[in-house]
């Protein structure tokens, strides 16, 4: 009997170690479990994040897109109205020129009449004057 009972306590302590290595394995599986659902959540996220940013992407091309098509169409306005802005300075330096001179010889026709006081003053400041704007409209002409 004793041999009898030294089997049983020999086979509970092999049941009870089959039992705590099973527990053991079905706690590694659900450890498993939850690293493989963990892993898929983390792709369908990685997914996810992945389709936004090609979505943001695609948006940010569009945009770019369009405002090349902007920018094409307004460089063609902008040399339009830089030549004209040309012309207009040229026209202005030009008629400015004209004044400068019309204005010397009125000055010159004046003095033949006698000069008086006053414009005997300003006569040496009004040629230097009149040099100087008749070289800076030469310049902007040449420019």
Do not use: W
Not at 27 to 40: F, G, Q, S, Y
Not at 99 to 109: C, Y
Not at 115 to 142: A, I, W, Y
């Amino acid at each position: 009997m004793t041999s009898l009972r030294h089997d049983l306590s020999q086979k509970t302590a092999e049941v009870r170690m089959i039992y705590a290595q099973r527990d053991e394995r079905v706690k590694e599986i659900a450890d498993l479990e939850c690293t493989v659902n963990d892993l898929e959540e983390d792709q369908d996220d990685g997914a996810q994040s992945r389709d936004q940013l090609v979505q943001d992407l695609a948006d940010v091309e569009k945009q770019i897109t369009a405002k090349e098509k902007e920018l094409k169409d307004l460089v063609p306005k902008l040399t339009t109205i830089k030549e004209k802005e040309a012309k207009v300075k040229k026209k202005y330096m030009s008629h400015l020129t004209r004044l400068i001179l019309v204005s010397m010889k009125h000055r010159e026709k004046s003095r033949v009449f006698g000069p008086n006081k006053e414009d005997k003053s300003n006569s040496r400041v009004k040629p230097n004057e009149t040099r100087r704007l008749l070289r800076k409209s030469n310049k902007s002409n040449n420019s």
